[in-house]
């Protein structure tokens, strides 16, 4: 059977049973913070099992894609030379909840296992739960008894085995049970198999199917308890059952992975065997792992789950350097995993070009330092020893990843010194929170946190307020650092600024020029107006620069906008890597791996303007994270959040977890000006724009240009475009005129300079300055003297704006048969004039410092010549 039978038969098998089929959940979890990677069937079914939720079905059959490359579920070292393990996988699985149990899950897994797809009992095992004294659990008879009386499970195949191979759990408390797992031996003959050999395990037995039977809850405690509702949870490996069915004893030679490494063996022109098989296959893997995780809208990152795409990326940018493939070549490959697994997950196919867009950039951005960092590796190997220092050099300088190193360096036979890197890191992360601390200290004056309640927030329904102060600073310059038990100053976070405005008492008023959180609460930063530093206590009036915050509130509602327009235009991959919002202009980063078109552009532009004439209402509430998430809120993967949280509804357009401060409808606006956009990192961009008044003042600018332009130009607007073209090609045409003429005078000036060659050990040779005028044509001067010289060498030198120009030419007779190269020649006569360069043999250029040196460097021509030719 092809493998995308055997996918799609174990799927009609069960909904024969009467099982609902459900998509694959996301390989990125969209609601699990706990989780970097689905990395198993049960995932999407969780909140069932734990009892959050329900479904409207009872019975299940799907095929989920995976993750394992982190965690306790890490694979990533046995990937390449185990025959079975991945990094990306599909899991197979039919579930009960609260349905069916033991007894149909047995007879259906043997059903179309021997029947449906025929395969050799002889060659069958199960496993069941033995039992575990010390939690009160019995022996899984149960399980035991009916793999004899429901199936013909040869006797004696049934073998019992501990919690840790036969008792799942979710966790160290929760839904938890015994499983039974099917095994397949692999061997040459089915008919010398023995209990003991199964147990000694190895490559000739693969689990091909475990079947979970939660039936128990585990409390906080660990005590178990019997559950109400008993489930079933199954799961098959794709690439193993395919293995299987296609008699193949490695799920590499299964028509699952040889299209994509044909495909890689057609890119590097190597055949896949010896150490090429073991790099094919890891980068067939990890590729395919990309692909997915890309389309699910995952992003190469510096940490979390983007750190484990990075790591994987480059692990396979180093495979592919072991096949000769020195560029990027991964972003070639998604569409052979679109060929083969697109039908199954249409998402891969409709994100292709993107996914290979971040592949790309991604790997050439590596590429830069990869060679290097190989280089220093082989130097750094000679040591016998990698140590934590040199791992960690070429983790922060070169980015590899602490497993790429052990992985080279187990090839070598070299030991890694895990701890000294771990060491190494931990002191960098020190210097970091040193330095953040110190910049935080000196502009804030920063300490331990406050004691007792103080900083109390009214500023999203109060913009001024009756305060007590806490704790009062000013320095002698009139610098003042207040805290207040209550205020309605936003502080700065989430990218908003912190509020300006004026905080009055009895004898004193402070200009508040910025607000931060700091000790544990709100920190006002301003100056003295009035009043002395004593004067700083009791009870204040507090009031917001109302229109700084009107203006601040505008932009940080734009953001949302903006985020979800650039979503509905470049795709729901977009994700907010950062943002700016202050009075005056907004900017928004986010994470998309190619520059916007100008049509999407506008598009962008458009839609933003369009919810702010619809006059949205904005409206904010709180609710419990994993509701708010269920909700579709849009969250910053890496960001801790507390458990009730605030969510911002922009009408039905948008809806975001964020704590800043907004307008109360997007009429309040007004308008919304884009006014750039462009890279910042791989696979990051930023855009920056403008609303309201300076959306306005924006457009009013634009237009004094173009009228400015207009009247230079003698010009409407409507025609300028028209008329710049015009200009511009004027100037293209009066360039090339200008260059032909060049070409004319250097031709003359050829036949002017070979007349006055003089000759060095029987060697034609011109060394001579030319004219400022001539310093743009030296290159074609110098070509013209080779062509005319015949056989011979030439050294020009000009000064342009103070600068120097030396250019040498030989000839190729004389390069052949007496060794001559221009670029030793140029970089001589330079360094008698303070300069240096080099280049080819026929030609080399160079630059020097000092114009009143060229005049002798040249006249030392004949000297140099004569010392090379000695050499």
């Keep these: 059977m092809k493998s995308r039978e055997i996918r799609e038969d174990f799927q009609r098998f069960f909904e024969e049973h009467g099982h609902q089929r459900v998509p694959s959940a996301p390989v990125v979890p969209k609601d699990d913070p706990t989780l970097y990677f689905t990395n198993a069937g049960m995932n999407q079914f969780k909140d069932v099992f734990l009892g959050l939720g329900r479904r409207d079905y009872t019975r299940a059959v799907d095929t989920q894609k995976c993750i394992r490359v982190s965690g306790k579920h890490n694979d990533l070292e046995e990937v390449g ?38 395969i050799d009992r002889r060659r069958l095992w199960a496993t069941v739960f033995e039992g575990d004294p010390a939690s009160g659990l019995e022996p899984d008879t149960e399980a035991e008894d009916l793999w004899r009386q429901t199936t013909d499970l040869l006797e004696g195949r049934v073998v019992r085995l501990s919690a840790k191979d036969n008792f799942w759990e979710m966790g160290a408390s929760g839904p938890c049970g015994p499983c039974s797992e099917i095994h397949y031996y692999l061997g040459d003959d089915p008919d010398k198999q023995s209990v003991e050999g199964f147990l000694a395990g190895g490559n000739d037995y693969v689990e091909i199917w475990n079947l979970v039977f939660i039936q128990y809850n585990r409390d906080e405690q660990g005590q178990l308890h019997l559950l109400p509702a008993k489930h079933v949870d199954t799961g098959m490996g794709f690439e193993r059952i395919s293995a299987v069915l296609q008699g193949a004893k490695n799920n590499y030679d299964t028509d699952v992975f040889k299209p994509l490494i044909a495909r890689v063996a057609e890119l590097s022109g190597k055949a896949p065997e010896g150490e ?13 792992a990309l692909t997915f995780a890309i389309a699910d809208g995952a992003l190469p990152a510096n940490e979390g789950r983007g750190y484990v795409l990075r790591r994987l990326l480059r692990r396979a940018a180093r495979y592919g350097r072991q096949l000769e493939l020195h560029q990027p070549f991964l972003h070639q490959l998604t569409g052979a995993v679109v060929a083969q697994l697109g039908e199954a997950f249409p998402e891969i196919a409709a994100k292709q070009s993107h996914i290979s867009l971040v592949l790309r950039a991604e790997e050439e951005s590596f590429g830069k330092t990869l060679d290097r960092g190989l280089e220093i590796f082989e130097r750094l190997s000679q040591k016998g020893q990698l140590s934590g220092e040199d791992t960690f050099q070429l983790y922060d300088t070169y980015g590899f990843p602490l497993d790429l190193t052990q992985l080279m360096a187990r090839e070598r036979g070299l030991s890694v010194d895990t701890e000294g890197f771990e060491a190494a890191l931990e002191q960098q992360r020190q210097r970091a929170r040193h330095a953040g601390r110190s910049q935080f200290k000196a502009r804030e004056g920063v300490e331990d946190a406050l004691p007792g309640p103080h900083s109390r927030f009214v500023g999203y329904d109060e913009l001024e307020a009756e305060a007590q102060v806490v704790r009062a600073e000013a320095d002698e310059d009139g610098q003042v650092r207040l805290f207040l038990d209550q205020t309605p100053f936003y502080a700065e976070s989430g990218g908003q600024v912190g509020d300006q405005g004026l905080i009055e008492g009895e004898g004193f008023a402070v200009q508040i020029e910025s607000t931060v959180k700091a000790r544990g609460g709100y920190l006002h930063l301003g100056r003295l107006l009035a009043g002395q530093a004593a004067d700083l206590q009791g009870k204040v009036r507090a009031r917001v620069d109302v229109e700084a915050r009107m203006a601040a509130a505008r932009n940080h509602t734009s953001t949302h906008l903006l985020h979800e327009a650039l979503r509905r235009v470049l795709g729901e991959h977009v994700g907010q890597m950062g943002s700016l919002v202050t009075p005056e202009r907004l900017r928004f980063d986010f994470s998309h791996f190619a520059a916007l078109e100008p049509d999407q552009l506008r598009q962008v532009a458009g839609i933003v303007n369009e919810q702010i004439r619809a006059d949205l209402e904005v409206s904010t ?18 960001e801790k959040y507390e458990q009730r949280v605030r969510v911002v509804r922009i009408g039905a357009f948008s809806l975001e977890l964020c704590g800043g401060t907004h307008v109360r409808s997007t009429g309040q606006i007004g308008a919304f000006e884009l006014l750039a956009e462009g890279g910042i990192a791989a696979g990051t961009r930023r855009a920056e724009a403008l609303t309201g008044t300076g959306a306005e003042a924006a457009g009013w600018q634009q237009r004094q240009v173009l009228e400015h332009l207009g009247a230079l130009l003698n010009s409407p607007s409507p025609q300028l475009p028209e008329k710049v073209e015009a200009l511009l090609a004027r100037q293209r045409e009066l360039e090339r005129a200008l260059g032909e003429a060049r070409q004319r005078l250097a031709a003359v000036a050829v036949v002017e300079l070979v007349a006055a060659a003089v000759e060095v050990e029987g060697i034609k040779v011109v060394a001579r300055r030319v004219e400022e005028g001539q310093a743009a044509a030296l290159q074609a001067l110098g070509d013209g003297l080779r062509s005319c010289l015949g056989s011979g060498v030439a050294v020009l030198g000009a000064v342009a704006e103070g600068k120097v120009s030396l250019l040498a030419v030989v000839t190729d007779d004389l390069i052949k048969g007496r060794g001559l190269k221009a670029g030793d020649l140029v970089r001589q006569v330079a360094q008698l004039a303070g300069g240096s360069g080099g280049g080819k043999p026929h030609m080399a250029q160079a630059g020097a410092k000092d114009p009143a040196l060229l005049d002798p460097a040249l006249a030392a021509v004949p000297h140099l010549l004569r010392q090379l030719l000695q050499v």
Excluded at 99 to 113: M, Q, V
Excluded at 276 to 288: E, L, S, T
Excluded at 621 to 629: G, I, M, P
């Design 276 to 288: 090429a098989q073991i790099a094919m296959r890891v980068i067939a893997d990890h590729v395919r």
């Design 621 to 638: 509430f709180e609710e419990d994270l994993a509701r708010a998430k269920k909700l579709g809120a849009q969250a910053l993967f890496g």
């Design 81 to 118: 030379p185990s025959p079975r393990h991945h990094t990306f996988f599909e899991m197979l699985g039919n579930w009960s909840f609260g349905d069916y149990f033991k007894r149909e899950a047995i007879g259906w897994a043997w059903e179309l296992l021997t029947r449906r797809w025929g």
